[in-house]
């Protein structure tokens, strides 16, 4: 049971290039999110969706894309990279419901902009 | 908007002790609290969940207590051990779909 799988996990990137974490999860959970943490700051939500077809914004979500074309995936693009967005970024899943709100992580992706 | 505080921010203990890390939140409209443990480059694993109608969780050593009134959940760890060391993590999930962190509490059990 493979879980929550991102790649890469680790990236250096340059300050205006574009590039995609991927995000997949085998668990059939509708619900699926990206966070990323900084030190000092916690995890922070970027972008969230609720199933194929539908992403809504979360806490910082300038700078980043999404989209949900099928259950399993949910990539984050960067269109131009900036050294804010150095940073670790999870993925995160779980089950829609919210009586049943326990959320699985992936391993993280860390990414250098410089 | 919705605020996760833990203290404290670091906590180091000798193997043995019971300790316990406090969070706080500051809206009590919340669906869920869960308690989040963080080893050093990974990612996170949960620990706890406890409903908004519940008032605690156990699981083994651990034993999570929510008070939604005062906006308060503790994470107490008895006999704890040197494979306890790692970041813990307190989120609440908000009406909205969306869960807010604190920043955790890096704790260190020393042998």
């Known amino acids: 049971n493979a879980g929550v799988t991102q790649t890469p996990k680790f990236q250096v990137l340059k300050t205006g290039q574009s590039m995609t974490l991927q995000c997949a999860q085998d668990?059939?959970?509708?619900?699926m999110s990206w966070y990323r943490q900084d030190p000092g700051m916690g995890l922070r939500l970027i972008h969230y969706?609720?199933?194929?077809?539908?992403?809504d914004q979360g806490e910082v979500p300038n700078g980043y894309n999404v989209s949900r074309s099928t259950t399993e995936d949910f990539p984050l693009r960067l269109l131009s990279a900036a050294p804010s967005q150095t940073s670790v970024y999870f993925c995160?899943?779980?089950?829609?419901?919210?009586?049943?709100?326990?959320?699985?992580f992936g391993e993280g992706s860390r990414l250098t902009v410089l | 908007k919705q605020e996760v505080t833990q203290i404290p921010a670091a906590l180091s203990v000798p193997e043995g002790e019971n300790l316990v890390l406090n969070c706080s939140f500051t809206?009590?409209?919340?669906?869920?609290l869960q308690w989040f443990r963080q080893d050093p480059g990974k990612g996170l694993t949960s620990l706890l969940l406890?409903?908004?109608?519940?008032r605690e969780q156990t699981s083994g050593r651990l034993n999570a207590s929510l008070d939604k009134s005062s906006g308060r959940s503790t994470l107490y760890i008895a006999a704890s051990q040197p494979g306890d060391s790692a970041t813990y993590l307190c989120?609440?999930?908000?009406?909205?779909?969306?869960?807010?962190f604190g920043a955790g509490t890096i704790l260190r059990v020393k042998s």
């Open positions: 668990m059939n959970h509708e619900y």
């Open positions: 406890i409903q908004s109608s519940q």
């Open positions: 969706s609720v199933g194929a077809g539908i992403t």
């Open positions: 995160a899943s779980r089950l829609q419901g919210m009586n049943t709100g326990e959320l699985f």
């Open positions: 809206d009590s409209a919340i669906y869920n």
């Open positions: 989120a609440v999930m908000e009406y909205g779909n969306k869960l807010v």
